[in-house]
């Protein structure tokens, strides 16, 4: 029975070669795009997993409830906390803190210097908490002593090539004795928050590290712990008051103290600064890609069912005649369910192809590593054949269900099929693909606007030719001014200055909290700023523009206890008057009076995701933050001013390798995630045209077909080629009209939601979704042209003769 199942599937599908065509190359493209959606989905949605104890597993965030209408959420803590929990409370069983003094390490290897950033120095117990592969060496002594450290099998690779390392020594900067490999890992997991090259052990005996260890006014440690099997978070998140009350007294009420699943760390933590990890996802992108496979799959589909029900009619007498000669309503239906069977595992096995022929683009797009071999497959598998069976079933069991349910003796008469219910349906599911494509040319189009937008806004400085320096030592801190007169003796270097924190940081940029006289006359404690420190050439360097009083003084001795500040902290402040006010400034316990002696006009030191916030500029000897960088203005050669910065800072600096950045390339990662976003939904709506076009060439190669004697009869009748034209475009032009209708506003309500993610953005005019809608009817119209200009043009007198 089944091998009859297929020998007559095989066959019907050999019969009508351009349906078949149109429905593998439609289903390959649904499937390959869908498949590689929904890997790029299962591995957001897999961080941190790995881990045995994952589930129990929770990063301690610190809340700082000073501003109790927007308290801020910090991925640090006091380093005392974690001993703190495990030692007397039950709930929790082990702890792990992790450090990251400065953003470099400096090291020495037989007499060579290298830098690296990614590391970090953790307890001795690490591994028992993380589950990270060793390659070399034992996970439970290998941070056990002091100046014990793990690298990555990519650390060992490049510094040591195929040697085993364990047992080498290496000098490190700033730390007090030689530091020892104990062990190699595996590389880290990609689908992990943590992602370091070298971890160092914290095991210290020194006092100066022991008293740091057990502070509670100082913060810095990455702490995580380990929930019992048997308790509830809750129920230790109800002891934290008390704790705090008992270690942090009088300053209690300022802070509060959160834990977060570290299985959502990476897609849950937009809202939480100075975290461990390096980057994080979007939630809402999971959801936007996840819609967007489906949305792809289901128009494969419709293109399946539109095409198997027009061919009803042709397919009627067969129907007729297996029923005559005994066959069930249930075996009719296997058989047609068996031919969309066969379709939907072809178009799975080309998919296959296709998807290993797209990945390096795709990876290129999502900076991931998907590649398909015989290994990987295995884990593909299983999501490639879900979405093969349930297409299968989906587009098969309607049309099987229709074919099979029509009367034997009507049907071999060619009545009783159904045509014009069938026919509605049809007009309905094109109605159907084209609001699904017309959504995502709208999304397409919404997005690289945006994107513009971003890149074209006047950010208040200018940031093109923009060379940041990173200040890592002290010799080159204390001779600053020297290195910045030697910098502006480079060729293609027209300015320099020099600053605590640089317009459009990257970093943590530090906060203080603001007492000005009106605020304090409002019964208003303080207002929480940014903060920081620019020297006398900054303003010229970055192009800012003052809107009152005067900047620092040009002679580079500026009084440190004067401050600028931008419009939106005058506002926040509540002055009038801003020039001459005195100011009270909290920092770090210490509190300090603060003369303002200009405003500069605001500009946007952070995304365009934030609106602007207000910021306190200090001079560059101020008391609360020390000089960082250098920023480099270069014209003409940019490679040739680097080749002569690192000169400069080789005369200064031969430990430190030279450390730098491009600002504008910069400030383009704050917008990678929807850079992204916008390149995968121009693919995803690039191809849903592609799919929905091949259903419309299909149904349109089907009308014409039906028509052709009406047709000959109309041509005869004196009816020109483009009367003939527009009425087979007609009901094409009205079904993408109605789906426009459609979708215009469900695309404005999930569009209009994106765009509220940036403090600055375009607006949603009316344009875009006529632009969308046009762009749809175009490619619905040129999709149809060939089939009806054809028609259109033929001898009418070929057609009556067929008929």
Known sequence: MIRNYLKVAFRALNRNKTFTLVNVLGLVTGISFSCMLYIYVDNELSYDKFHDKSDRIYRVVTLDTRDVENPRRYGITVPALGKELVDNYPEVVDMVRLHQYTGQMVFDINGEKFQERSWFTTDSNFFKVFDFAFEIGDKSTALAKPFSLVITESARQKYFGRENPVGKVMEIENVDGPVTITGVLKDLPSNSHLQFEFLFSNVRTDDGWKKYMNSWDRFGAYTYIVLDKNSSIISLQEKIPGMLKKNLGPYAGLYSIDFQPMEEIYLHSANIEAGAERAHGQMSYIYIFSTMGLFLLVIACINYINLATAKALARAKEVGVRKVVGAFKGQLMAQFLTESFIVTFISMFLAIGVMDLLFPYFNAITGKGFHITAGTLLNYIDPLLVITLIIGLVSGSYPAFYLAKLKPVQSLRGKGTGETGAAALRQGLVVFQFTLTIIMIVSTIVIGRQLNFIQDKDIGFDKSQLVIIDINSGNVRRNFQTMKDEYAKVPGVRKVAVSSRVPGEWKHIPEIYVQAPETAAQGIDSIRTYFMGFDESMLDTYGLTMAEGKYFPANGLADSTTVLLNESAVKVLGLTDPVGEQLRILNDGKVMDMKVIGVVRDFNFQSLHEKIAPIVIGTWNNPIQSIDYFSLKVSGNMEAALKGATGVHNMFDHYTPIEYHILDQQLALFYEAEKRAGMIFGMGGGLSIFVACLGLFGLATYNIEKRAKELG???????????????????????????????????????????????????????????????????????????????????????????
């Open 713 to 803: 009869i109309r041509k005869v009748l004196g009816a020109s080629s483009g009367n003939l034209f527009l009425l087979l475009s007609s009901s094409f032009s009205k079904q993408v009209g109605i789906a426009f209708v459609i979708a215009s506003p469900v695309a404005y309500y999930v569009m209009a939601k994106w765009l509220n993610g940036f403090e600055y953005k375009i607006s949603l005019n009316v344009g875009i979704f006529l632009l969308a809608g046009a762009i749809a009817l175009l490619i619905a119209l040129l999709t149809v042209s060939y089939r009806s200009i054809k028609a259109a043009n033929s001898n009418p007198l070929m057609a009556l003769k067929q008929e």
